[in-house]
Structures are given as C-alpha cells and as structure tokens.
C-alpha cells in the first residue's frame, strides 16, 4: 500500500477553473516529484523538491502551474487556469535522497478532466 | 518517448508463460529501475540494476543491463495473472534529479 497521499483522487475542472492537488511524501522523504501521466501512459515531469526548495522544473511548470512543498504542511500542485490538454493523472512521488540510485514511492495520482 | 524507448508496447500471454520487456535509453546512466503500475494505481518499483552488476533478479524477476548498448531487459518467469500491469524501465541521467520513464509495455497475462 502506498506510503504517498494523494488527494483528491479525482477532480473535474471546466477550462479555466484552477485546479489543485496535494501530497503528502513518505515520513522522512525530502524529495518530493510530480509528474504528468497522459492517457497514452507517457509520463512528464513537472517539478521536484528537496524540502521546501526547488531543485528542478520544466518550463511548464513556471507559466500556469505552481508547486510548493511548505514545511509541515502537505505539498501541492496547482493549475491555475486549466486547459483541454492539462487533462491527465497528476502522480506525486517522494525518495530519500536523488533519482539515479534510490527508489521512488508513487502515491496513486490525483485524475484530473477538464471539460 | 525523446529519451528513449520501449520495443513493444503490449503483450498478451497465458498464464504460466515467461516473459521478457526490453527498454533502450539514449542518454548516458549507470543505474536502470523498473516500475510496474497496475490500473489506477501509482507505478512502484520492482528492481534497480546498477552497471556493475549485469544481472539482478527478485524472485520471479530478472533485470539485465548492458551500458555498452545501453538497454535493459526485464523478464518474469511464470507469469501469474496478477502480473497484468504496465511495466516502465526508469533512468536518470548523471547529475540530473529527474528520472525519465519509457513508454511502457503494457502486459495482459491471461488465466
């Protein structure tokens, strides 16, 4: 059973609502990630932190997505103007340390469908 | 996927089959994960291989990674239909947070 929270599980946005999604990492993880899995499976990355600092993200992101990762408080994901194309599962994921040698723990996704 | 790349995206199969997923990556890494994702579930890792070890197996799975082609293989033995997922091989590049999935390979096992 997953370790990572996710909420909600599904959301249903019209164009331009914002949308937003939380996680709650693994206890002890500070590396949090979010990706984007589209209905083809391909998966993109979005952001990720160490903490509460941004260690990488994608243009995408810095436009109409925001991200945080607040000390105490659960991580989250934000859309704020939704678009057709945003519609996907939004999966966050959390580790111990970096990606090359070290096991990410996915929550089950937040669904998100934007009509 | 840009950075690399699954050769067969689905399989169909009877139960008690074996069974071998093989992924090719285009970017230089010393360590190959798979994932496996069951429908509406998060992916979660079955096993990591790393370059000096070739071949690692976890039960009924066995990974493979050669980094002079770069690609890795990962094979189930007697398969079990709760082996139904969708399986993605994961790497990362040297120095980079981000870990880039393939584009899966979709495995039916039928009972």
Same mark, same amino acid.
């Given at each position: ?19 937003? !999604? ?24 979005? /952001? &990720?932190?160490? &903490? %509460? ?6 243009? !995408? ?13 659960? #991580?989250?994901?934000? /859309? ?11 999966? #966050? ?23 | ?19 071998? !997923?093989? #992924? ?12 496996? %994702? ?8 079955? /096993? ?27 094979? /189930? ?11 993605? #091989? ?22």
């Amino acid at each position: 059973n997953s370790k990572v929270i996710q909420t909600p599980r599904y959301l249903v946005k019209g164009q331009g609502q914002k949308a937003k !999604m939380r996680c709650i990492p693994e206890k002890g993880h500070p590396v949090v990630f979010w990706y984007q899995q589209n209905k083809n499976n391909e998966f993109k990355f979005l /952001i &990720n932190f160490q &903490n %509460q600092e941004v260690l990488q993200q994608i243009d !995408m992101t810095e436009k109409r997505f925001s991200a945080e990762c607040p000390s105490n408080s659960p #991580c989250s994901l934000e /859309i704020q103007s939704s678009e057709a194309g945003d519609s996907a599962l939004y999966l #966050c994921a959390s580790s111990l340390e970096g990606v090359s040698g070290n096991t990410l723990y996915f929550g089950e996704g937040s669904r998100l469908i934007v009509v | 996927s840009q950075w690399g790349e699954e050769n067969l995206q689905a399989l169909s199969i009877q139960e008690g089959e074996d069974v071998t !997923m093989n #992924c090719s990556y285009k970017t230089y890494t010393t360590v190959v994960q798979w994932y496996r %994702q069951k429908s509406g579930k998060g992916p979660a890792q079955l /096993i990591l291989i790393r370059s000096n070890e070739r071949e690692k197996r976890s039960g009924r799975l066995r990974a493979t990674l050669d980094t002079s082609s770069q690609s890795s293989s990962l094979s /189930i033995t007697g398969t079990l239909a709760t082996d139904t997922a969708v399986y993605f #091989c994961a790497w990362a590049s040297s120095g980079s947070w981000q870990l880039i999935f393939g584009s899966g390979t979709q495995l039916t096992v039928m009972p």
